[in-house]
């Protein structure tokens, strides 16, 4: 059983930078994908970044490109996303996951595992 476990998350005016981590517990094998999804009140959960963990490929959501980044320390089993120049509308819940899927994609039912989220709120 893998467990992830979210943290980094706060409240910070628009502009602002936070830096999420993901502790991920119990891997027995890597995972072909990581990724960040959110999820803000009334809308759907939706990918913001992921990482094929084999070659290190990164992927964007056309709405955090050149402002987010992602990455990964193998050696601590540690996912990360840095958030700089936050906006309101980056206001939600965020959720690392992981997938046992061959490939790296967007739809979070191809995830096997999810943290428990973060909460992520920016001003205006």
């Known amino acids: 059983q893998v467990q992830l476990v979210e943290s980094g998350g706060g409240s910070v005016q628009a502009g602002g930078s936070l830096r999420l981590s993901c502790a991920a517990f119990g891997y027995t094998y890597s995972s072909y994908c990581m990724g960040w999804f959110r999820q803000a009140p009334g809308k759907e959960r939706e990918g913001v970044a992921r990482i094929y963990t084999g070659g290190g490929s990164t992927y964007y959501a056309d709405s955090v490109k050149g402002r987010f980044t992602i990455s990964q320390d193998n050696a601590k089993n540690t996912l990360y996303l840095q958030m700089n120049s936050l906006k309101p509308e980056d206001t939600a819940m965020y959720y690392c996951?992981?997938?046992?899927?061959?490939?790296?994609?967007?739809?979070?039912?191809?995830?096997?595992?999810w943290g428990q989220g973060t909460q992520v709120t920016v001003s205006s």
């Open positions: 996951a992981a997938s046992y899927i061959a490939g790296c994609w967007d739809d979070p039912g191809l995830y096997n595992y």
